[in-house]
């Protein structure tokens, strides 16, 4: 099922962090094709296809604080609101819990909590400025359903999950009299040729095959989200393929 945006439903300026991924390149591509401008943040450069269609493109590690400063301070020094901001930016880790050290856990925690929540700091005045003016703003965090399904190799991973979560909600809470929604979504398994997942889940690959959820079933329920009445708040989403059958 697709779900295409109506006029005036959808906001106009989006950052998108970990916008040049798998998962993050395809919801930047429907934004624009939707006629959205999209500011893409992220350390790997972005897809040739994504280049010249992007209005602001930012090769930054989100961990470095000064850069993510300084590319906040240009982004809305050229445009007078931000809309939206996609969290996407994140590391998948899985890995027996003694198999890696203290430091590489830090950087999962790093990246997919302190980073995200840091730039989301940042762009909070202008998103409650876009809400308060009655163009909409939204927070949508992509995380994993290891914030709530409990299994091996997943122990700091999951945690940094359920705190996506956790912030998402908080922030929701205290914003939301202010105009400002705020959604996680956390999402199960998704196809790709490009990941390359821990030897404890090849089974559930296998088994899975074909009618594993893909980067676009995402892209479609973040722009469901997007597509609701100001008036209206999505909160958390759990999204899996169906035959994966856990969560």
């Known amino acids: 099922m697709m779900f295409e ?85 994140g590391i998948t880790r899985i890995a027996q819990f003694l198999d890696y050290s203290a430091e590489e856990w830090a950087r999962v925690l790093d990246v997919n909590v302190t980073a995200n929540v840091a730039l989301i700091r940042r762009l909070v005045p202008t998103l409650v400025d876009s809400a308060a003016a009655g163009a909409g703003s939204d927070v949508v965090i992509l995380g994993s359903v290891g914030s709530e399904a ?30 400002l929604r705020a959604t996680s979504i956390d999402f199960g398994y998704v196809k790709s040729e490009a990941v390359d997942w821990h030897e404890l889940y090849t089974a559930d690959f296998d088994r899975l095959e074909e009618n594993m959820m893909t980067p676009e079933d995402l892209s479609d329920t973040v722009m469901f989200v997007l597509s609701q009445p100001a008036g209206v708040q999505l909160h958390d989403i759990t999204l899996i393929s169906t035959e994966q059958g856990w969560v």
Do not use: M
């Open 5 to 89: 945006a109506s006029e005036g439903k959808l906001n106009s300026s989006f950052v998108v962090t970990g916008g040049s991924g798998l998962i993050g390149s395809v919801i930047t591509r429907r934004l624009i094709d939707l006629d959205h401008e999209v500011v893409v943040i992220d350390r790997e450069p972005l897809p040739s296809s994504l280049a010249d269609r992007v209005a602001e493109f930012h090769q930054i590690d989100i961990t470095d604080d000064a850069a993510c400063e300084a590319a906040v301070d240009d982004i809305l020094a050229s445009r007078p609101q931000i809309n939206g901001v996609i969290a996407c930016a």
């Open 150 to 179: 409990f299994f091996r190799g997943a122990s700091v991973y999951g945690a940094g999950s359920s705190a996506q979560r956790t912030f998402t909600s908080h922030l929701r809470t205290e914003f939301a009299s202010r105009g």
